[in-house]
């Protein structure tokens, strides 16, 4: 369905407006505006140097973004016709939806296991940064997408599988986790003002249960002293900082530690030390939540 109003139910209203007290005008104002496009160099692809001089001679504008080298902003109207998009070239990404990956950073040599992969737009990150990386999804469709997105961005160190992540059985644990959640996507809204017709709490509730099943198996795949990353693009404290308390509390060597990231303003979280929720009107992104977890080794907190 396609509306020309962005709509709010009245319940996202209400809760919005009671939880962020006099930040509400500037998050509600923020959540209603265009958001900028962004995109990633696909280094399976092409350098960033090739990419810079191919945008510049055709005269589009394009900025480095200060957390990666690899993230850029453009002022382009149509960026999925040019050329460097059809080519897998760059990748075009929401400014906040690229966190994730930069604050996991894995290494050359770190295994990856992208949980909830689909359309895939992490997996390119990853495929870029780490050694190898295995990559599910449940959804068939979105399967679909991220199969053709395997071919044309080069991700030849993936392995991709349609399963839900809880039933993938390997003996072999990973160094980096990626938990990118399904949630009640209350961060859509700034590209498609449709995005909240289906939320509501009892929505927010359900998600909320299947994100606290889903993160604790996340960490069973983690080795010691490696590391995840939970993520949503809800604002909701039900699918973000209780979740993480969850954890914290089935899982003893679950530990959250700090996330670093140049050029992006990050708040105190009053109810989760260390746990990051991006404000849109800060950086001008959807609205966003983040965390990184480490497992620790047995014994050395207890
Ligand atoms: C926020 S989206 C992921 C976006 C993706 N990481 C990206 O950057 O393109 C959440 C995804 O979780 C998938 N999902 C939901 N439940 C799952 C499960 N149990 N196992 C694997 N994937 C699941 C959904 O199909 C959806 O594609």
Redesign the pocket.
Known sequence: MSIKKTFFPPEFIEKYKAMLGEEWPAFYSAIQEKRPKSFWVNTNKATIDEVKASLTKKGIKFTQLPFHEQAFLIEYERPSELDEYVTGKISL?EKA?ML?VVALAPKKTDYVF??????????IQLSNLAGSVLA????SK?MDI?MSIRKRFGLDNVAVKR????NVKRNKKFDRV?L????S?EGVVRKKREALLEWSEKMVRQKAA?QKQ?ITHAFDYLKEGGEMIY???SFAPEENEEVVQYLLRARKTARVIPIELEGIKMRKNELCEGCVRLYPQDNNTQQFFLVKIKKTPKGVFD
């Open positions: 990404q939806s994730p992208d949980t909830c992969a689909a359309p895939g737009m992490k997996t599910t999804d449940v959804h979105r991220l399963i839900d992540f809880r990626l990118d959640a399904p949630c996507s299947n889903m993520s949503t693009c």
